[in-house]
């Protein structure tokens, strides 16, 4: 692709606005975000779902800032046009509204960040005005929140009882009031999707999972490409099998390592004979 111009605040609304759907995805390392940025995608989200994709822990309840800062650096780098959203990871903004502000700061200081994502609804709707008060652009997260996945009662969609969805629906109103320049909507039903998508007036509105009625739709990379073989998710699509591509050729490898094809001639260094005879004599 030709050269882009860095993804601002102001275009995003501005494809809002146009009716034209925002890509977005998650992304951990340089060599993704590098293929990320040739693709064009619009916003990345170096998401704490790391912990599992990545370090293959069972949950995202792990992961530290000191982890989410090392791998925001690295998408940064990869990709410098791209809206990049670091992931706040449990515990680093739950505490207190200082806390809160302090560790989205980092983000934006260490890691050049656009800005910050935070999971729950009125009950977070102090911290996410208090960094957004900061100068800090702040991203909401409703529905199945992974970091309160054990008081949810584990991964499950949420919102299909009339009571909870109501609930989803107030707390997208509170973080639209505390500030929140998006919210993204995480295994939602997509009507409940839609009525909050159609309501919302000063944020956009991010879908994983939850239809295609919102501004936007995010998708996890290692979904993507059957790079997380614990399991599937309903919610991903499959566009390249490169877990299997990669599998066959690790085995590839393996065999010929094994049988004594690899290496070839063409895979190692030479020295050329003069140098080699003298380096006989001097070791004589």
């Not at 069972?58 to 990709?79: C, E, F, K, N, W």
């Not at 409703?142 to 629906?169: C, D, E, H, N, W």
Request: proline share 5%; net charge negative.
């Amino acid at each position: 692709m030709t050269e882009r111009k860095k993804i601002t605040l102001p275009s995003l609304f501005q494809k809002v606005a146009q009716g034209d759907p925002i890509t977005m995805l998650t992304c951990y390392d340089f060599p993704t975000a590098f293929f990320q940025e040739q693709a064009g995608i619009d916003m990345i989200l170096v998401g704490d779902s790391l912990g599992m994709t990545v370090l293959g822990y069972d949950t995202t309840l792990p992961v530290t800032m000191a982890d989410m800062i090392r791998h925001s650096q690295a998408v940064r780098r990869g990709s410098p046009t791209s809206w990049l959203v670091g992931d706040m990871p449990y515990m680093s903004y739950q505490p207190s509204v200082e806390s809160a502000i302090r560790n989205a700061g980092r983000f934006m200081a260490e890691a050049f960040c656009d800005a910050i994502k935070l999971e729950g609804g009125a009950e977070m709707a102090d911290r996410m005005a208090g960094i957004v008060a900061a100068g800090i652009p702040a991203m909401g997260h409703l529905g199945l929140t992974p970091q309160s996945a054990s008081a949810l009662g584990g991964f499950k969609v949420q919102g299909r009882g009339a009571a909870q969805a109501k609930k989803i629906m107030d707390d997208a109103k509170a973080l639209e009031g505390a500030g929140a320049f998006a919210i993204l909507l995480e295994m939602v039903p997509d009507r409940v999707c839609k009525l909050i998508t159609e309501r919302a007036e000063n944020c956009f509105i991010i879908s994983l999972g939850a239809g295609p009625d919102a501004h936007g739709q995010l998708l996890i990379f290692h979904d993507m490409f059957g790079l997380f073989p614990k399991f599937k998710p309903k919610m991903a699509k499959v566009y390249g099998d490169a877990g299997k591509v990669i599998l066959e050729g690790l085995k590839n490898y393996a065999s010929e390592v094994h049988n004594g094809s690899f290496p070839q001639p063409e895979n190692w260094f030479k020295i050329k004979d003069q140098e080699y005879d003298e380096l006989l004599d001097l070791l004589d």
